[in-house]
């Protein structure tokens, strides 16, 4: 290709102005390091940019992160029934929340409880929350409830206490007058029976939660059943109830005939082999701790054989028992189920939580919910106390049955039920199960009531 002279004249006359021309004189011009530090300073700018594009990302990336565990926890924890309750004396969950936390570090200050001061009983560091087991198989919407255990977390003490109220407990029922408490649930659900409590034993209820009979047999199938030492005769009983309920005779009876076919199948049962029910007693060993425990055998049981060892209170011919022994095992069942959970890791307890979340109605929010979600490793690690309200040693001090020299009638048809000799005395024994030290000594309560 020819040179062409224009084009070389044109690229000089084009140098010469990026880099030579003449300006006119006062005019700012441009120096070799003024332009390479211009360059310069647009690349550390650059970086600056790159630096905070980065601390952008990573909070970006965290409150996506945050904003996943908020969806997991409202996923997971609004799984659970809430259904908020009115109780008399105020004392409802729309009230603000004074929900505790473990701090093992912190000191704990001094609460005085007077069970004579007429308020209702409670500690700032106790929370005691109502648990009702409903029997709902009739198809009613309120059912029957033999399953009133008081759960309380003690971070005081630093225990879990379980407190069953025994049912057929002669109470003033708000609104109903005289009956057995158990009946309280029949007329109003949770929110009466917790009124009822309330107004009878002076104990301040925080919270309420329930499970029916068929949501507690699968929250135990989807723990995976638990590991139970029974007795001898309380295999006797599970088998037994895995037998009768299924004989086409016992389940299409009614009414006092069905208790009359029921007692005539046991003579069939008895003769039944070992291998035709569903726990083989003659494989099992069963050992005592000393001589005055009975003997018992550890069985793993699914969600409906677990029911009928809670539901237990003994049966003619099969095994013995009463409404004591049935409290003993349901807080027995609770406390396995909770020894069971001391164990699992975080993803396990999620994963339960979403499964039994809509088997239970509650008054729990979730907000309280993720905050005792947050400090259930330390509430685990506390040792479980129990016992009955009245105790069964009780018997002639603090309660008796009714009999007919102190008759008791209800719907003119006399009734069996335990009558409380003294609330007064009574309600100090539970205030010392459940704050010990902080209750006022019996004289000294009645001095500073009296004002002396």
């Given at each position: 290709?020819?040179?062409?002279?224009?084009?070389?004249?044109?690229?000089?006359?084009?140098?010469?102005?990026?880099?030579?021309?003449?300006?006119?004189?006062?005019?700012?011009?441009?120096?070799?390091?003024?332009?390479?530090?211009?360059?310069?300073?647009?690349?550390?700018?650059?970086?600056?940019?790159?630096?905070?594009?980065?601390?952008?990302?990573?909070?970006?990336?965290?409150?996506?992160?945050?904003?996943?565990?908020?969806?997991?926890?409202?996923?997971?924890?609004?799984?659970?029934?809430?259904?908020?309750?009115?109780?008399?004396?105020?004392?409802?969950?729309?009230?603000?929340?004074?929900?505790?936390?473990?701090?093992?570090?912190?000191?704990?200050?001094?609460?005085?409880i007077?069970?004579?001061?007429?308020?209702?009983?409670?500690?700032?560091?106790?929370?005691?929350?109502?648990?009702?087991?409903?029997?709902?198989?009739?198809?009613?919407?309120?059912?029957?409830?033999?399953?009133?255990?008081?759960?309380?977390?003690?971070?005081?003490?630093?225990?879990?206490?379980?407190?069953?109220f025994?049912?057929?407990?002669?109470?003033d029922?708000?609104?109903?007058?005289?009956?057995?408490?158990?009946?309280a649930?029949?007329?109003?659900?949770?929110?009466?029976?917790?009124?009822?409590?309330?107004?009878?034993?002076?104990i301040?209820?925080?919270?309420?939660?329930?499970?029916?009979?068929?949501?507690?047999?699968?929250?135990?199938d989807?723990?995976?059943?638990i590991?139970?030492?029974?007795?001898?005769?309380?295999?006797?009983?599970?088998?037994?109830?895995?037998?009768?309920?299924?004989q086409?005779?016992?389940?299409?009876?009614?009414?006092?005939?069905?208790?009359?076919?029921?007692?005539?199948?046991?003579?069939?049962?008895?003769n039944?082999?070992?291998?035709?029910?569903?726990?083989?007693?003659?494989?099992?060993?069963?050992?005592?701790?000393?001589?005055?425990?009975?003997?018992?055998?550890?069985?793993?049981?699914?969600?409906?054989?677990?029911?009928?060892?809670?539901?237990?209170?003994g049966?003619?011919?099969?095994?013995?028992?009463?409404?004591?022994?049935?409290?003993?095992?349901?807080?027995?069942?609770?406390?396995?189920?909770?020894?069971?959970?001391?164990?699992?890791?975080?993803?396990?307890?999620?994963?339960v939580?979403?499964?039994?979340?809509?088997?239970?109605?509650?008054?729990i929010?979730?907000?309280?919910?993720?905050?005792?979600?947050?400090?259930?490793?330390?509430?685990?690690?506390?040792?479980?106390?129990?016992?009955a309200?009245?105790?069964?040693?009780?018997?002639?001090?603090?309660?008796?049955?009714?009999?007919?020299?102190?008759?008791?009638?209800?719907?003119?048809?006399?009734s069996?039920?335990?009558?409380?000799?003294?609330?007064?005395?009574?309600?100090?024994?539970?205030?010392?199960?459940?704050?010990?030290?902080?209750v006022?000594?019996?004289?000294t309560?009645?001095?500073?009531?009296?004002?002396?």
């Amino acid at each position: 290709m020819a040179h062409d002279p224009n084009k070389s004249s044109n690229k000089k006359n084009h140098d010469n102005v990026v880099f030579y021309s003449s300006k006119p004189e006062g005019s700012s011009v441009k120096s070799s390091a003024a332009v390479k530090q211009s360059a310069f300073s647009k690349r550390r700018l650059t970086k600056k940019q790159v630096g905070l594009n980065i601390l952008l990302s990573v909070i970006s990336v965290l409150l996506i992160l945050s904003g996943c565990v908020c969806i997991v926890v409202y996923t997971y924890f609004h799984r659970i029934n809430y259904r908020e309750i009115s109780v008399d004396g105020g004392n409802d969950s729309s009230e603000s929340s004074r929900f505790i936390h473990d701090n093992s570090d912190a000191p704990a200050e001094s609460s005085e409880i007077n069970p004579y001061s007429g308020a209702l009983l409670n500690d700032p560091m106790v929370l005691n929350i109502m648990l009702f087991g409903e029997d709902t198989r009739k198809g009613s919407d309120i059912g029957n409830s033999d399953t009133m255990v008081l759960f309380s977390i003690d971070t005081r003490h630093k225990k879990l206490k379980m407190l069953s109220f025994m049912r057929d407990t002669y109470v003033d029922i708000p609104g109903y007058g005289e009956n057995r408490i158990n009946a309280a649930y029949t007329y109003g659900g949770a929110a009466l029976t917790v009124s009822t409590i309330q107004k009878n034993y002076g104990i301040k209820i925080d919270r309420y939660a329930v499970v029916d009979f068929s949501s507690f047999k699968k929250i135990i199938d989807v723990l995976g059943g638990i590991d139970v030492p029974l007795t001898a005769e309380e295999v006797d009983y599970i088998n037994w109830q895995f037998w009768i309920n299924q004989q086409e005779e016992y389940k299409q009876a009614e009414g006092d005939y069905k208790e009359y076919v029921r007692n005539e199948l046991k003579y069939t049962w008895y003769n039944l082999s070992d291998d035709e029910k569903p726990i083989h007693k003659d494989k099992l060993t069963f050992t005592s701790r000393s001589e005055d425990d009975e003997p018992t055998a550890v069985v793993h049981l699914n969600g409906t054989q677990t029911l009928w060892h809670a539901r237990n209170r003994g049966e003619d011919g099969i095994c013995s028992g009463d409404d004591f022994t049935r409290t003993k095992r349901q807080r027995n069942v609770i406390g396995i189920i909770i020894d069971d959970l001391k164990g699992s890791d975080v993803p396990t307890l999620l994963s339960v939580i979403y499964e039994i979340g809509p088997l239970i109605t509650t008054n729990i929010k979730t907000s309280e919910i993720t905050s005792l979600a947050g400090d259930m490793p330390s509430y685990l690690k506390y040792p479980i106390v129990s016992e009955a309200a009245p105790r069964v040693n009780g018997i002639g001090s603090v309660f008796s049955f009714s009999d007919e020299y102190r008759p008791v009638y209800i719907d003119g048809v006399f009734s069996s039920v335990i009558l409380i000799n003294d609330w007064n005395d009574f309600r100090q024994q539970i205030a010392e199960f459940l704050y010990e030290e902080q209750v006022v000594h019996h004289d000294t309560a009645e001095s500073t009531v009296s004002g002396e």
